[in-house]
């Protein structure tokens, strides 16, 4: 049997890591800025985190959730505590998608609505209802674009009341910071207009932080940087440092019942071992503090880089945006640099997307061979 041929590979084959760093099996070592699509939080192959994990499979690494499982209340406990959000209550599964799945399902029930409103350039994953929240037609499928889904523009207040006056719509949805659509953003005041405005039409407002949660805004999510409360909270990537762990965090003004929501595989015994590791690491090592240090130094130094036209982003989650391609200069951080960046819908940007624990000296060395690649570029530009 052959893979099914979904994914264009780079020609690397990594075989272990530790830290902010990536080792391929002829041995070269990356400095990983991507994290694997934002997913390494707490750095690669962490001590607490393997020794968690290695204790845990050695007790129990799964059963179902018919029977009491104490390591999810003590995740929820922790998570309500690290995250400032301890009048949700909290649902496991597995994947980012599976998350606003349940997030849009939820939306639905309490509303007795179907219709939901999302944001051009969105992306909230693969599954039915959170692909039709997807702004992209060519990875809908007919039966996915079965679902009643309307695309705003990001800060139009005036649109998006005409939509939720028509009082037909369960849920709006929307990334605290797109990412795969290229790191746009609602304002601070689009935001408390969209929280007042959901609660005044009565429609479920669901913030997608799946990848700008878990500290990577600087804030522990980054809707915190606007001051409001959404209804559903929908997280994975970072949550467990590349264990697959997905969950929504529910305001506690909405009811519960058996079986409204289930999942075989979410909130497993390893996957909450592992989730509670990260979320020890990220408060003993003060991950959110590095962020927001190394973050400030990235602005610094990426200032002496002229080509740049724009930065987009906030704390670790950053957009680099020039006004030509960055393919080429992606090829040439990872195949001459050995630094691996991420690429968006934006062809023009370089996503950076680095373990929370990355240094202000690893930013250099990426800041240096940037520029190094950069006047090559520029250089083979010039000439054509
Ligand atoms: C904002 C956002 N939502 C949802 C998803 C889907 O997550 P998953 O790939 O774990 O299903 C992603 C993945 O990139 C994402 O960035």
Do not use: W
């Amino acid at each position: 049997m052959e893979l099914f041929d979904v994914y264009p590979l780079y020609d690397v084959t990594p075989e272990k890591a530790k830290g902010c760093y990536v080792y391929d099996d002829k041995g070269k070592k990356y400095l990983d800025l991507y994290g694997g699509h934002g997913v390494i939080s707490i750095g690669h192959t962490h001590k607490d985190y393997v020794a968690a994990l290695t204790e845990q499979v050695q007790k129990m690494g799964f059963y179902s959730n018919s029977i009491k499982n104490p390591l999810q209340e003590a995740f929820a406990k922790k998570l309500g505590l690290v995250s400032e959000c301890e009048d949700y209550n909290l649902f496991l599964c597995n994947s980012g998608a599976e998350a606003n799945e349940n997030a849009l399902k939820m939306a639905s029930f309490e509303t007795g609505k179907r219709k939901v409103i999302a944001f051009e350039k969105a992306f909230h994953g693969r599954t039915s209802a959170a692909v039709a929240a997807t702004d992209n037609k060519k990875i809908n499928a007919p039966l996915n674009s079965q679902h009643e889904v309307v695309f705003l523009p990001l800060n139009d207040a005036e649109l998006l009341e005409k939509e939720l006056a028509k009082n037909d719509v369960a849920a709006v949805i929307i990334e605290g910071i797109q990412g795969v659509g290229g790191l746009d953003e609602g304002s601070k005041q689009f935001f408390q207009t969209l929280e007042g405005l959901c609660k005044q039409y009565g429609v479920i407002l669901i913030l997608d932080e799946i990848q700008s949660g878990y500290g990577r805004s600087g804030r522990f999510f980054s809707f915190q940087h606007h001051g409001i409360h959404p209804d559903i909270i929908s997280i994975a990537k970072g949550m467990g440092n590349g264990f697959p762990i997905g969950g929504i965090l529910i305001s506690n003004t909405v009811k519960a019942s058996y079986g409204l929501l289930g999942t075989t595989f979410g909130g497993n015994h390893l996957a909450c071992a592992a989730g509670l590791s990260v979320l020890n690491v990220i408060e003993k090592e003060k991950l959110m503090e590095n962020v927001n240090s190394v973050s400030e130094h990235f602005l610094q130094r990426i200032n002496e880089i002229e080509e740049i036209k724009a930065i987009k982003g906030k704390g670790l989650m950053l957009g680099v945006s020039f006004d030509f391609p960055v393919s080429e200069i992606r090829k040439s951080l990872i195949f001459e640099e050995g630094i691996f960046t991420g690429g968006s819908a934006d062809p023009n940007l370089l996503r950076i997307l680095p373990p929370l624990s990355v240094t202000k000296q690893e930013i250099d060395s990426f800041i240096d061979a940037l520029k190094k690649v950069l006047s090559k570029v520029t250089h083979i530009e010039n000439r054509i």
